[in-house]
């Protein structure tokens, strides 16, 4: 097993309390030039980074500053992206029970569009829009029914799924819209998951795209925007070797299977193919403990501050970056009184030692954000270098 100190500052930790955040803003910064560079290919594709990966105002400034646009699930996402420099007008606005005073939160910031997810969430906006004597851009989250490889909780795009409307109504609800006084119809969003690494399955929902707009044509409705959203995932096996996801392949994949009316242009929302490589949790190990058939691990860090082992069974690459000792087989766990407080099974480290560091790599992706104060615990801090 190779060490990993070398990609670490750790001088720089020694007055930093454990467990936090590390974000490598060198590997952020060719993220996201990589970004630009493949989506500039294509004069009509438009990229919102979706927030609720990772919401640290430093992250947000970071990304903001590139000039995409965000995806926002809340009102208090659309207040943090604003506040972070995001202009309105590159905000849309997803989610399926949007709350009144968030609706009032984008009609006010006029952001770019709301992704629609229900008949009464249509009828809500068009009051409040009314009320304000403003019109409100809207689009349709579409269920494609459309399956992707990956966790069963992270799939949004079956029709078992409570996300979107159903394909049979399309037309009825572009109807409903087109018939009320201060909701525009401008296109369709769709979503089909997250930790997507088949391209397979972003064909698939081009297909399905494509044949929905053939219906909408037929029905002589024009639509100016497509919104596929997001869901590349990225290795968190070998972080080290893909610090960049696959973002060529990512677009190209669009810009050959999509087939597109003249005038419409193409959104994306990336949430954890920007964030997740750059960011490690650093955590301090308390104890070495032996059981009677394992040995364990036990860190500072548990899953109040990152939950995705407990919550998705997600592996993420753990590395010893003090010791340089020979492997041993470990459970990593923290400290939480939850029995899937588990960071990983039966995984080699250099031989631990109370007061060593561990870092739990690809973590910049629903980490920090997804932190609770279970157990009354602190939240971790997040450190930009
Ligand atoms: C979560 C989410 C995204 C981002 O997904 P990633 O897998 O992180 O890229 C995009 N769009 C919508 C509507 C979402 O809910």
């Known amino acids: 097993m190779t060490n990993n100190k070398g990609i670490f500052p750790i001088e720089k930790f020694q007055d930093i309390e454990t467990p936090f955040y590390y974000y490598d803003s060198k590997i952020l910064d060719s993220t996201l030039s990589t970004i630009i560079k493949e989506a500039g290919k294509y004069s009509n594709f438009h990229v919102h980074y979706a927030v609720k990966a990772n919401a640290n105002p430093r992250i947000l400034k970071l990304i903001s500053s590139t000039g995409l646009g965000a995806d926002c699930v809340s009102g208090g996402e659309i207040t943090a992206a604003i506040e972070a420099g995001f202009p309105a007008d590159k905000i849309v606005f997803a989610g399926v029970g949007k709350a009144d005073w968030e609706i009032n939160t984008a009609l006010d910031n006029d952001i770019f569009c709301f992704n629609v997810e229900s008949i009464p969430e249509l009828e809500t906006i068009n009051e409040w829009a009314t009320k304000k004597d403003k019109t409100a851009n809207v689009a349709f989250r579409i269920n494609p029914d459309v399956g992707a490889h990956t966790h069963a909780h992270i799939t949004t795009g079956l029709a078992e799924n409570k996300f979107g409307i159903s394909m049979n109504d399309m037309e009825k609800v ?61 290795d968190y096996e070998n972080p080290n070797e893909h610090p960049i996801p696959a973002f060529r392949t990512y677009f190209e994949t669009y810009a050959q299977h999509l087939k597109l009316r003249p005038g419409q242009e193409v959104h994306f929302e990336l949430g954890r193919s920007v964030v997740a490589q750059c960011g490690s949790l650093i ?103």
Do not use: W
């Open 283 to 385: 955590s301090k190990v308390l104890y070495v403990k032996e059981g009677t058939n394992k040995k364990f691990v036990i860190l500072d860090a548990g899953m109040t501050d990152l939950i995705r082992p407990a919550l998705y069974q997600a592996c993420h690459k753990i590395e010893n970056i003090t010791s340089q000792a020979g492997c041993q087989t470990y459970d990593v766990v923290g400290p939480i009184c939850e029995s899937s407080d588990v960071f990983a099974s039966d995984i080699q480290l250099n031989q631990c030692r109370r007061g060593d560091l561990i870092a739990i790599r690809s973590a910049g992706a629903y980490g920090e954000i997804m932190a609770s104060g279970y157990n009354c615990r602190r939240l971790p801090k997040g450190h930009l270098f």
């Open 174 to 234: 572009i109807d409903m819209a087109q018939k009320m006084s201060n909701v525009k119809f401008i296109g369709l969003h769709f979503h089909i998951g997250s930790q997507i690494l088949l391209m397979d399955d972003f064909t698939a929902l081009c297909h399905r795209i494509n044949e929905l707009q053939d219906r909408l044509e037929h029905a002589g409705i024009a639509v100016k925007h497509i919104n596929v959203g997001g869901g590349l995932g990225v």
